[in-house]
T-cell receptor, first 117, second 110 residues
């Protein structure tokens, strides 16, 4: 069964360092998302991406964050200068159609646990 | 912005009991998804409900979408320890993302 895969599963980084989280969405999906979940808290939307550009972003997704689809399969989230409060699980998701359209479903990866020390 | 609320926030029951958890919004959604999340893992899609009043069954789990498509419920019959986890509802925002409720954390004790 097709699945969303994320690497690495766990990343430890020093405050101020840049990190890149990688995702391979389901191959025939066109809409991609990043979410984060701080330990014990809600799943929060960061950004959605379609047709090689950002569709929507939340207030969390500030200038320190960027996304890219460098080739036909990968979808990356970069945090330029990490802060302690960026520590969270980061989930990538994909869907075959846009959110809110009929019964469109999002499928999630297993997540990357980012720890900023 | 469309928001989803879930209740109860926490639920601890004995194996074999039945339970219902709820997902509510003041907004209409074209569909709602239910996910289950285990610690340290990503949300796993259980079901999508689309039509107002729709009922879907997945083994011992029964999902219902409200007639007005603003709320949904998940009923588990004869809960088992393997049902333990965080149950999340999510809906497609009439924008470009999926919005999640805060979840119900279920603990089924043997």
């Amino acid at each position: 069964e097709p699945e969303v895969t994320q690497t690495p599963s766990h990343q430890v980084t020093q405050m101020g360092q840049e990190v890149i989280l990688r995702c391979v969405p389901i191959s025939n999906h066109l809409y991609f998302y990043w979410y984060r979940q701080i330990l014990g808290q809600k799943v929060e939307f960061l950004v959605s991406f379609y047709n090689n550009e950002i569709s929507e972003k939340s207030e969390i997704f500030d200038d320190q964050f960027s996304v890219e689809r460098p080739d036909g399969s990968n979808f990356t989230l970069k945090i330029r200068s990490t802060k302690l409060e960026d520590s969270a699980m980061y989930f990538c998701a994909s869907s075959d159609n846009r959110a809110g359209y009929l019964n469109t479903e999002a499928f999630f990866g297993q997540g990357t646990r980012l720890t900023v020390v | 912005t469309q928001l989803l609320e879930q209740s109860p926030q926490f639920l601890s029951i004995q194996e074999g009991e039945n339970l219902t958890v709820y997902c509510n919004s003041s907004s209409v959604f074209s569909s709602l998804q239910w996910y289950r999340q285990e610690p340290g893992e990503g949300p796993v899609l259980l079901v999508t409900v689309v039509t107002g009043g729709e009922v879907k069954k997945l083994k011992r789990l029964t999902f219902q979408f409200g007639d007005a498509r603003k709320d949904s419920s998940l009923h588990i019959t004869a809960a088992q320890p393997g049902d333990t986890g965080l149950y999340l509802c999510a809906g497609g925002n009439y924008g470009q993302n999926f919005v999640f409720g805060p979840g119900t954390r279920l603990s089924v004790l043997p």
